[in-house]
């Protein structure tokens, strides 16, 4: 079945430093790819996403690009600040662009960020 | 426009016990989807509900059932709980009739089972 596996964290960075955080799909067919954010005692925030391959998913100073060749959806940001410390979570979509099917998660990265 | 509600916040309960959670969707949203976060995971999808049906199940046993009302605001229902039930509960709305759209999230609800 489809699956999506992330990186592990928890991930420490200081402020300013640059951000990758990895991500890999397995899914039949062309799904559509996201990335959420889960800050402390929220719920979860769609932070970007793209729809087709070599789309590029922008947001905050976040990207991700649809690799299909690599089957890759890795989140980038060029200069994270304290406040980006959170949850993040890699995840698809199977269906129809105008009617979600269910999401598919990874397992979640956590993201510290140091003063 | 409030997004996407889930009541009550938090909630305790004991094993064997049975358990609803509330969810009213975002304005204009027609679909409501289940999920729980167990802790350090990510969410597992449980089931969507449109016009008042079932639509789509994930692997959850038959203690987890729902349903979704005429105003499209839907209840998930959990009997016989276990320890393992412990989780935050998310509720996901969409409109349905949407192009390009995505589902949005609530806070959630979280459930101790002692």
């Known amino acids: 079945g489809d699956s999506v596996t992330q990186m592990e964290g928890p991930v420490t960075l200081s402020e300013e430093a640059f951000l990758t955080i990895n991500c890999t799909y397995t899914a039949t067919g062309y799904p559509s790819l996201f990335w959420y954010v889960q800050y402390p005692g929220e719920g979860l925030q769609l932070l970007l996403k793209a729809t087709k391959a070599d789309d590029k998913g922008s947001n905050k100073g976040f990207e991700a690009t649809y690799r299909k060749e690599t089957t890759s959806f890795h989140l980038e940001k060029g200069s994270v600040q304290v406040s980006d410390s959170a949850v993040y979570f890699c995840?698809?979509?199977?269906?129809?662009?105008?009617?979600?099917?269910?999401?598919?998660f990874g397992k979640g990265t956590r993201l510290h960020i140091l003063p | 426009d409030a997004g996407v509600t889930q009541s009550p916040t938090h909630l305790i309960k004991t094993r064997g016990q049975q358990v609803t959670l509330r969810c009213s969707p975002k304005?204009?949203?027609?679909?409501v989807s289940w999920y729980q976060q167990a802790l350090g995971q990510g969410p597992q999808f449980i089931f969507q509900?449109?016009?008042?049906?079932?639509?789509q199940r994930g692997n959850f046993p038959d203690r987890f059932s729902g349903h979704q009302f005429p105003n499209y605001s839907s209840e998930l229902n959990v009997n016989a709980l276990l320890l393992g039930d412990s989780a935050l509960y998310l509720c996901a709305s969409i409109n349905s009739g949407g192009h390009g759209e995505t589902q949005y999230f609530g806070p959630g609800t979280r459930l101790l089972v002692l």
């Open positions: 304005s204009g949203h027609d679909t």
């Open positions: 509900y449109y016009e008042e049906e079932e639509r």
């Open positions: 995840a698809l979509s199977s269906g129809a662009m105008n009617r979600d099917d269910k999401i598919i």
